[in-house]
């Protein structure tokens, strides 16, 4: 059976061998958006990926075929919401790190589950990929960059391979298993009333420790994830339920409804209400009860 790392190395080694039909750079978001926080290279390679994005001072919100790659900037805005089957490989450059995921999304159940791959290297990218991820910082800055950026993200893809072939990921295998239990488990109750010491307790581990796994493993901290895993519930219930807004607001795990107003507008960009408008306009479904 091969190791998590054969498997991403198999699928890493695929898309390098693929063309490059659409690329995307985005540069650094303004500082109150919710972002990641770490440079992300995304190839998605069988499917359409809807993709909201921010650059040039507004958003973006559009569909890529397959074979796309995405580069973002640390302070960027990216964010997929696959709705139909398709798979796509990342990697995120921490400082000390690179994690790598394949994620395969059968059009039901979202990721993670146990079709995905996970790696977590225990070293960074070289000194060669550091370089040819701020030459593409500096690209994102433009707005032309079509023909340049596919040598630069295939270069950058082929120094990772090659670092991620020199690591070893035997001392994290433990913190990552544990991560991705944690993970799903509060993907699973991320609308009840829990925290961090709820979630320590749980898997009998320290609060510090279950801290020290989120700054290893994610690039948000336990509170933002749970934000985050929340409001994308909440979006959830405004495509397919007709809740009003206070109601997704508690059946999503918030206690106060501007909050969570406040919190929905600055990661989607839009109202609670203005995005069920935009999800559900088109189809003549009604009026949403307020």
Not at 114 to 128: K, M
Not at 186 to 193: D, G, L, P, Q, S
Request: charged content about 20%; some cysteine.
């Amino acid at each position: 059976m091969k190791t998590p790392k054969e498997k991403i190395l198999n699928s890493l080694n695929h898309v390098l061998d693929g063309e490059v039909r659409e690329v995307l750079l985005v540069s650094s978001s303004p500082e109150n958006m919710l972002v990641h926080g770490i440079p992300r290279l995304v190839i998605n390679f069988k499917g359409n990926y809807p993709t909201k994005f921010y650059t040039n001072g507004k958003f973006g919100n559009t569909d890529f075929p397959e074979d796309s790659w995405f580069y973002c900037s640390a302070g960027g805005y990216l964010k997929q919401n696959p709705v139909d089957a398709g798979e796509a490989v990342s990697i995120s450059y921490y400082g000390q790190y690179m994690r790598v995921m394949h994620i395969s999304y059968d059009g039901i159940t979202p990721p993670p589950t146990e079709r995905d791959v996970f790696l977590h290297t225990d070293r960074g990218v070289s000194a060669v990929g550091q370089g040819i991820i701020h030459a593409l910082d500096e690209l994102a800055l433009t707005s032309d960059y079509a023909e340049t950026a596919p040598y630069l993200l295939k270069a950058l893809l082929k120094i990772s391979i090659e670092d991620i072939k020199r690591s070893s990921n035997d001392r994290v295998k433990q913190n990552s298993a544990r991560w991705v239990a944690i993970n799903a488990y509060i993907r699973a109750h991320r609308t009840e009333k829990i925290n961090r010491k709820t979630v320590a307790a749980h898997f009998n581990l320290s609060q510090g420790y279950v801290s020290h796994l989120f700054k290893t493993f994610s690039h948000l901290n336990f509170s933002n994830t749970l934000l985050q895993l929340r409001l994308e519930h909440a979006a959830m219930m405004l495509k397919h339920s007709e809740l009003t807004v206070n109601e997704i607001c508690f059946k999503s795990g918030f206690n106060y409804t501007s909050y969570f107003i406040r919190r929905f507008n600055e990661y989607y960009g839009m109202t609670p209400y203005a995005y069920w408008k935009a999800c559900r306009f088109k189809g003549n479904r009604g009026k949403m009860r307020l």
